[in-house]
């Protein structure tokens, strides 16, 4: 497993941030540039095709299959590696943007506890629209964040609202901003809420 690395072991906080299809993990771990917050540990692993799935998260489970149960595995190697390093995983947040949003949400759901946070930019739970989610756990009043344009060409807006439905279900505390346009990209705003969340 690639990793990137930023930060000192010793902090108090750690994040695993996944990039999105067709970039490399410096695309996202520059993200930490703009956070406010210095004690952070954040690895984020390298998708060895510079993609954790073929196909859109909307796609039928089986078609992006076993490359998504393969990119599941290696978020978990990465609870692993923080874990080992004595990091709690209330004192660990995950972040994904675009197919690492997918992602990250996707794990969370699967494994549902109490996390520092989990941050979704323009992302939402894999599989067909419509679908219904049978995930079953408790999320312990989890921060989840879910940021999207209203018309991102990528990421149907009601997939974002299945998916704050489906976490609020897990007792996780969901704020949801829904932005005018139709941009696939981080913004000023998304910045801003991650650092509330992580300060």
């Given at each position: ?9 010793n ?21 930490s540039?703009?956070l406010e917050?210095e ?11 510079r993609?954790?799935?073929?196909n859109?998260?909307?796609?039928p489970?089986n ?5 998504l149960?393969?990119?599941l ?10 874990l ?13 943007f ?11 759901a ?12 323009s992302?939402?739970?894999?599989g067909?629209?419509g ?9 312990q ?9 209203e ?14 439905h ?16 139709g ?16 300060s």
């Amino acid at each position: 497993m690639n990793l990137e690395i930023r930060g000192n072991e010793n902090a108090d906080l750690a994040g695993i941030m996944i990039h999105g299809r067709g970039a490399t993990t410096g695309s996202i771990i520059n993200l930490s540039g703009q956070l406010e917050r210095e004690d952070i540990y954040i690895i984020a692993p390298q998708a060895e095709t510079r993609e954790w799935y073929p196909n859109r998260f909307i796609a039928p489970i089986n078609k992006n299959q076993p490359h998504l149960d393969n990119a599941l595995r290696t978020v978990d190697k990465c609870f692993e590696k923080l874990l080992d390093k004595g990091f709690e995983k209330e004192n660990i947040f995950l972040l994904g943007f675009s197919q690492g949003a997918c992602l990250a949400l996707e794990y969370a759901a699967r494994n549902p506890c109490k996390y520092k946070a989990v941050i979704g930019l323009s992302g939402g739970l894999i599989g067909p629209l419509g679908k219904e989610f049978d995930h079953r756990g408790n999320m312990q009043k989890t921060e989840v964040f879910l940021g999207c344009s209203e018309k991102d060409p990528h990421i149907p807006v009601e997939r974002v609202e299945e998916t704050a439905h489906k976490f609020e279900e897990l007792n996780a505390v969901v704020n949801k901003k829904i932005y005018p346009g139709g941009q696939h990209t981080i913004n000023e705003d998304e910045i801003s809420k991650i650092n509330e969340i992580l300060s």
